[in-house]
């Protein structure tokens, strides 16, 4: 009888900083799922850029790009939801995924403010300030996002962000997120005690705390500006 053929890695293909494929990276490394990490040079980047237009590999043109036995995949959250499901860490009930979704969401905003402070506003220093005052602030309009992120999930009252007993992609999502956050805004969590105490039981969780530890080159760089 032929021998099955080995089952090929998942790989994960991203730029050589955290950024956006950090989430998945962690996800994959927490869950335990061995594969391929491709970390791609900026100066070999517009070739495999045409490529990947040409040939479909890279669905939106950017990274980060996932492929497994099921597909080739790009955008960070669809990549992450892809892996939760596969992996059971999606929530377990019809409430605990929409709970998932909703706080991927919700991170997600905090993400897109934290990019403007990156890229927009290179992270000068009084624009962090800014930053950290307008998102723990619960009534501020149009802000306030770190402080609903911090509200729903003690409301919630689980051990993990989205209100479940296992860790879930959104908790992988704002692990990256207020990991390099931090770094900039240092006392952007003093105001939040229950992200304060998530972060810590995120940071202690072996895997993630030997990945972090291990010194990988890339994870040197947070942004692909060199700011944060
Ligand atoms: N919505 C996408 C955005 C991806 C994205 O902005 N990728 C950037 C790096 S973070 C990129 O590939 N830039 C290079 C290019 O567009 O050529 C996602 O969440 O994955």
Redesign the pocket.
Same mark, same amino acid.
């Given at each position: 009888m032929a021998a099955a053929p080995a089952a090929t890695k998942p790989v994960v293909r991203y730029?050589a900083i955290r950024? *956006?494929g950090e989430p998945i990276r962690v996800a994959l490394t927490d869950l335990g799922v061995d594969f391929e990490n491709h970390v791609v040079d900026f100066a070999a980047?517009p070739k495999i *850029?045409a490529e990947g237009i040409a040939d479909g590999s890279l669905p939106?043109? +950017?990274?980060?790009a996932y492929a497994d036995e099921d597909g080739k995949f $790009? +955008?960070?959250?669809a990549i992450l939801r892809h892996i939760g499901r596969k992996h059971g860490a999606c929530g377990a009930t019809e409430a605990e995924m929409t709970q998932v979704d909703m706080f991927l969401e919700a991170v997600e905003d905090v993400r897109q403010a934290y990019l403007k402070l990156v890229y927009t506003e290179g992270c000068e220093e009084g624009k962090c300030a800014e930053f950290a005052a307008t998102h723990t602030d619960a009534s501020a309009r149009n802000g306030g996002k770190i402080a609903h992120l911090n509200n729903a999930a003690a409301r919630l009252g689980g051990k993990f962000i989205a209100g479940t007993t296992e860790a879930t992609v959104a908790d992988y999502s704002a692990f990256c997120l207020f990991d390099d956050l931090l770094r900039v805004c240092p006392a952007v969590l003093e105001s939040q005690p229950w992200l304060a105490a998530w972060l810590e039981t995120m940071r202690a969780r072996p895997r993630i705390a030997a990945y972090v530890t291990a010194g990988h080159e890339y994870r040197t760089r947070v942004n $692909?500006n060199g700011k944060g």
């Amino acid at each position: 009888m032929a021998a099955a053929p080995a089952a090929t890695k998942p790989v994960v293909r991203y730029f050589a900083i955290r950024g *956006k494929g950090e989430p998945i990276r962690v996800a994959l490394t927490d869950l335990g799922v061995d594969f391929e990490n491709h970390v791609v040079d900026f100066a070999a980047w517009p070739k495999i *850029k045409a490529e990947g237009i040409a040939d479909g590999s890279l669905p939106f043109t +950017q990274l980060p790009a996932y492929a497994d036995e099921d597909g080739k995949f $790009g +955008q960070m959250n669809a990549i992450l939801r892809h892996i939760g499901r596969k992996h059971g860490a999606c929530g377990a009930t019809e409430a605990e995924m929409t709970q998932v979704d909703m706080f991927l969401e919700a991170v997600e905003d905090v993400r897109q403010a934290y990019l403007k402070l990156v890229y927009t506003e290179g992270c000068e220093e009084g624009k962090c300030a800014e930053f950290a005052a307008t998102h723990t602030d619960a009534s501020a309009r149009n802000g306030g996002k770190i402080a609903h992120l911090n509200n729903a999930a003690a409301r919630l009252g689980g051990k993990f962000i989205a209100g479940t007993t296992e860790a879930t992609v959104a908790d992988y999502s704002a692990f990256c997120l207020f990991d390099d956050l931090l770094r900039v805004c240092p006392a952007v969590l003093e105001s939040q005690p229950w992200l304060a105490a998530w972060l810590e039981t995120m940071r202690a969780r072996p895997r993630i705390a030997a990945y972090v530890t291990a010194g990988h080159e890339y994870r040197t760089r947070v942004n $692909g500006n060199g700011k944060g």
